[in-house]
């Protein structure tokens, strides 16, 4: 069964930094690209970042430069650290994993970013 866990949420004022962690188990994880999403309450998905098996990654523009995705082979583990946070960057935060297509065909419940003064 592919699980994947996400946690390091939590309330941050705007200008700081967090790092959100993914426990991934039930799949061969070092063979799989893996995405960051968001999604605000009655909003849609918004794309974040991708990581491919090699390390390889991709940013939306929102984010380029101040957030990087990284990924622990050996411990099926991926993260993503938040660096210069903003308001706009409060949302609920997912990992997802990807398949071939591109699509995401499984992801966690998510851990919520609060980023305000």
């Known amino acids: 069964e592919v699980q994947l866990v996400e946690s390091g949420g939590g309330l941050v004022q705007p200008g700081g930094s967090l790092r959100l962690s993914c426990a991934a188990s039930?799949?061969?994880?070092?063979?799989?690209?893996l995405n960051w999403v968001r999604q605000a309450p009655g909003k849609g998905l918004e794309w974040v970042s991708r990581?491919?098996?090699?390390?390889?990654?991709g940013y939306a523009g929102t984010v380029k430069g101040r957030f990087t995705t990284f990924r622990e082979n050996a411990r099926n583990r991926l993260y993503l650290q938040m660096n210069s946070l903003k308001p706009d960057d409060t949302d609920v935060y997912y990992c997802?994993?990807?398949?071939?297509?591109?699509?995401?065909?499984?992801w966690g419940n998510g851990t919520l970013v609060t980023v305000s003064s």
């Open positions: 997802a994993k990807v398949v071939a297509n591109g699509n995401m065909d499984y």
């Open positions: 039930g799949f061969t994880f070092s063979t799989y690209a």
């Open positions: 990581i491919n098996g090699g390390g390889g990654t």
